[in-house]
């Protein structure tokens, strides 16, 4: 149920945030020179995760981190990150990159088989290289912009386009067609609590200004992850 209703929140704002692109919320909005035009509605939305996080979901974390053991929190996310390969796969087809879905089309197998569901990856030990690519990365492959900095309600850091990306990477998400419901539901909750859970040992890197060091990071990954590696050395000019 948690997730369910997480993306609802994130479908309405998404909606909200193409409501103001189409209303020209000022020239600031389409400046290339700046990515975050819409900062200060930013912050609060930022603010209110914080404090829904701090209050909920990091003590669940912490909580599931504990009694967890090491070896079963790794097999946890073995498991759900090979779910990921179907949505890997799909968008490396859309993007072009046939030699790359084939590669990740063999991890899937390789993994869900030999690896016990998922819960193992000996395809890492054979050489095959994970992918991570989702339907944000495939629409700026297409040539359509990045798009404003957007904190989205519970999902934390965004983009305009990224989050037109969401519902498309929903959609290739093999949980989402889980039964019944109930099982589904638990599943979902489990991953959230994972992905976080992952998240706590990265905590103590955050300083100064923590909205402007999110923003900065997630705006660096994405470019990262949209040019597959290929950033420009600024260090080459000298």
Known sequence: MVKVEHRK???????????????????????ADNPDPWEKMNRVTHQFNDVADRVVLKPLARGYQKITPDPVEQSVG???SNLLEVRNIVNNLLQGKLL?????TGRLVINTTLGAGGLFDPAQSLGLEKHNEDFGQTLRTWGV??????????????T??????????????PVRYLHPVDHRNVLMGVEIIDQRAGLLSAESVVFGD????????????????????????????F
């Open 78 to 80: 073995n498991f759900f």
């Open 9 to 31: 929140l994130g479908y309405k704002a998404l909606l909200l945030a193409l409501l103001i692109g189409a209303a020209g919320i000022g020239p600031a909005a389409q400046a």
């Open 160 to 173: 305009l386009t990224d989050a037109i990306g969401r519902p498309a990477n929903s959609y290739l998400d």
């Open 100 to 104: 790359d879905a084939l590669s990740d």
């Open 210 to 237: 923590q909205y402007i060091f999110f923003r900065d990071a997630y705006l660096q990954r994405r470019d990262y992850l949209a040019k597959d590696g290929e950033v420009v050395d600024d260090f080459d000019d």
């Open 145 to 158: 912009p990045q798009g404003p900095y957007l904190v989205l309600p519970f999902l934390g850091p965004s």
